[in-house]
């Protein structure tokens, strides 16, 4: 019987050419999965399985994580406002550590004799993939032909043509990644330092003039509505509030960061859902936390965020800083109103039942009710209390120096 391998497979050139050269030159039965995490139609998924199996996969699966991305991953990078390097929403990171344990899974669930995926060895898509697979299925076999044989883009396509496959060869002048948390856009001009995207290479184009109010619903945290709008599926929220705002051009920019491997990158994105998510999330939290809570929860998101980035959700500290994410949210409920233009966004305000700036303890700059003038007179001179001791002790020392 011929070895069974499961391969990630998402119907691009580089994972066709892993069907191919899995199946002819090593011999092995090829099972492909795709992992939807957002960006496919149901027209491109069912293109992507016919794909498959024209190339002679054995079975092929489609399996949807999307609910489950945004219940392991993406709800902790809303709690924790996580952007990378106060930029990027780790669209393609975040996704690609989802995909990697669903295709562990379904390896297991096969009893596979060996995994593959397409990943280069340029890029951080490969550790991800590797690492998660060492940890989750650490007696399967990893394999990973263009990466091994170093193969070029031309010569995939002309074993391919070989072997008689027929697809688009061409390659689009912009590598598109779209996803529930964001699209990213790469071309010429993010292989340098110095140059911004031209309009056409973004995959949404400003379609909306004017201006729209918009109110984001929160409930612990989580995005439950869109304007009169509320929904039973965070993923509905999400795409929901795409919809409205994408045709904007809201949320672009460009991602300068350091890859796994040690060197910089620079990447183009798109992603308004999540940009104001995370800005409305985070607008939220300022009115209904506390000052100390905010202080240690940014210190801790931005370790997650970067943890995330590198693949290590398996890692044990994410489920503590999970907790503590999660315990963060009891009062970061209430409305956030914000208000949409072309290219860009304005936060206006919230309501909130836990709003800590309520008038009914006073008005900052104004008046107050819950001390006396001679109150703050004494509280300033305890909360300064040990500084002047220390300056007292350094007068004198240089009083006795001089």
């Known amino acids: 019987m011929k070895k069974k391998i499961v391969l990630g497979f998402s119907g691009g050139l580089d994972t066709s050419f892993c069907v191919k050269y899995l199946s002819d030159e090593l011999g092995y039965e090829v099972h492909s999965i795709i992992i939807n995490t957002g960006g496919f139609s149901t027209e491109e998924l069912k293109k992507i399985e016919e794909h498959a199996y024209a190339l002679g996969v054995a079975t092929h699966t489609t399996y949807d994580a999307r609910e489950e991305y945004y219940s392991r991953i993406l709800r902790f990078l809303v709690y924790g406002n996580v952007l990378k390097n106060d930029t990027y929403p780790l669209s393609v990171s975040a996704e690609r550590v989802i995909q990697a344990i669903a295709v562990a899974d379904h390896v297991k669930a096969l009893k596979a004799d060996a995994v593959a995926h397409g990943s280069t060895g340029a890029g951080n898509d490969q550790v991800r993939f590797d690492m998660i697979f060492n ?40 590598s598109i990644n779209k996803g529930l948390w964001g699209t990213s856009v790469g071309g010429k001009e993010t292989l340098q330092s110095n140059g911004l995207l031209p309009e056409e290479a973004w995959p949404t184009q400003l379609e909306k003039t004017g201006d729209e109010e918009l109110v984001l619903h929160f409930e612990k945290g989580d995005l439950k509505g869109v304007n009169d709008k509320m929904f039973d599926s965070h993923v509905k929220a999400i795409e929901h ?30 992603a308004a859902a999540p940009i104001l998510i995370i800005k409305a999330h985070q607008a939220l939290e300022k009115h209904v936390l506390a000052k100390w809570q905010i202080n240690i929860k940014k210190q801790l998101s931005d370790f997650y965020g970067n943890w995330i980035h590198e693949g290590q959700l398996l890692d044990p500290v994410m489920r503590d800083i999970e907790a503590f994410l999660l315990s963060s949210q009891r009062h970061v409920t ?54 002047a001791i220390y300056h007292s002790i350094e007068n004198r020392k240089d009083e006795k120096e001089n």
Do not use: C
């Not at 076999?141 to 070989?162: A, G, M, W």
């Open 135 to 174: 940890i989750m299925i650490p007696d399967v076999d990893i394999l990973t032909p263009v990466r091994d044989l170093k193969s070029s883009r031309q010569e995939e396509i002309e074993f391919l043509k070989k072997k008689g496959v027929r697809m688009n060869f061409e390659k689009s002048v912009y």
């Open 241 to 270: 509030l795409q919809s409205v705002a994408a045709p904007y051009a809201i949320g672009r920019d460009i991602h300068v960061g350091d890859t796994i491997i040690g060197i910089k990158g620079r990447v183009g994105f798109e």
């Open 334 to 387: 209430g409305k956030v109103y914000l208000q949409l233009m072309p290219y860009r966004y304005v936060v206006k305000g919230i309501e909130s039942p836990y709003d800590l700036m309520s008038a009914k303890f006073g008005s900052y700059g104004e008046m107050n009710k819950g001390w006396t003038g001679e109150d703050v007179r004494g509280f300033s001179k305890i909360f300064g209390n040990q500084t």
